[in-house]
């Protein structure tokens, strides 16, 4: 059998794919269906990656925006980007039985929030517009006397209508440091007695993955990134190639591979997003394997995780 590629390697960044956050997500949602049984209700994808949420949906979980689209007494799980206050409120009122796979590193964002509320401090949050960790997160502020911002870029803090005396940030937790650094040194800037977080929100997820592609960009003349488009963290994997003149391109399995863009390419990295299985990394080395590529263990740098996350006890028991 004739080979596609001669003298190719692969490199794996280290660590890819599932985080502790998205692992105990997708557990609970999978633990419901296994003691209650289908249709359990999770609103918004549970995670950002069309092959688990395809695979949930075949196992009778239903994805949902509006709370009002679940029926009374029904079972509802909240993704892993966690909710408002005012969704929590909606679905008490519609007698749901709940169970929360908000992804601890989010709940921690949210308590401070919710401190700052309490103060009456004004708060900005650092994120992209639209994602639904920024809605949650967004919707934990209530608060008469202050109000919450919402910062893309640097040029937003221009634009900033803020006249309290007391201000802190928050940052979405799937972007990372490069990402943040300069807007927080302008928030300083503008407002010298700013608050920050006692600990940095950023996902260590998050940051491992990028630090990982970083270690192995200088071997590499291609970085191919699997994950979903909606999922914030792998494309930041992408530009972080892309920034450092590496061509890369996120792809949802090895059907997205452009053999001819990676023809004459002698070392192809490759890593996974937060929210991408496993499985979705084996069919993607097997696929090129299978090309005529041999894997390059070369002995970068590898970036160890410990972490985990409980079950709820209330799922955990049952």
């Known amino acids: 059998m004739n080979k596609f590629f001669i003298n190719t390697q692969l490199m794996l960044a280290t660590p890819r794919g599932f985080c502790a956050g998205v692992e105990r997500a997708v557990d609970i949602v ?5 003691v209650f049984g289908a249709p359990i209700y999770v609103k918004h994808e549970v995670v950002h ?37 005012e969704v ?38 650092i994120g992209h517009k639209g994602h639904p960790e920024i809605e949650g997160t967004m919707g934990q502020y209530d608060s008469p006397i202050g109000k919450m911002h919402l910062v893309e870029n640097i ?50 997820a998050t940051q491992n993955r990028q630090d990982a592609v970083k270690s192995i960009l200088k071997y590499c003349d291609y970085l191919l990134v699997i994950g979903s488009v909606n999922s914030s963290n792998s494309r930041r994997l992408v530009e972080l190639a892309l920034k450092n003149k590496i061509p890369s ?3 949802d399995s090895y059907h997205d591979i452009d053999l001819i863009k990676l023809k004459d390419k002698k070392s192809i990295g490759i890593t996974a997003g937060a929210s991408a299985p496993q499985i979705l990394l084996d069919q993607v080395t097997e ?11 070369i002995n970068n740098r590898e970036i160890k995780e410990n972490i985990t996350f409980s079950m709820p006890k209330e799922l955990k028991n049952l």
Not at 287 to 297: C, E, F, Q
């Open 155 to 204: 040029q937003d803090i221009s634009t900033l209508d803020i006249y309290n005396t007391k201000v802190a940030y928050v940052t979405q937790t799937t972007l990372s440091m490069d990402d943040t650094k300069d807007i927080i040194k302008n928030l300083i800037k503008r407002f010298p007695n700013i608050m920050s977080p006692s600990k940095s929100d950023i996902c260590y």
């Open 249 to 251: 391109k996120l792809i």
């Open 49 to 85: 990656n069309k092959y688990v949420i395809e695979d949930l949906k075949k196992r009778g979980v239903i994805f949902i925006e509006d709370i009002d689209d679940v029926p009374m007494n029904s079972i509802i799980v909240y993704s892993a980007h966690g909710v408002s206050i």
């Open 287 to 297: 696929y090129l394997i299978d090309k005529g590529a041999v894997m390059n263990n």
């Open 88 to 125: 929590k409120n909606d679905a008490k009122n519609r007698n749901l039985k709940i169970f929360d796979a908000t992804c601890p590193l989010v709940t921690k964002v949210h308590i401070e929030v919710h401190k700052y509320s309490k103060e009456g401090v004004d708060v900005v949050l």
């Open 30 to 34: 999978n633990k419901a269906i296994d």
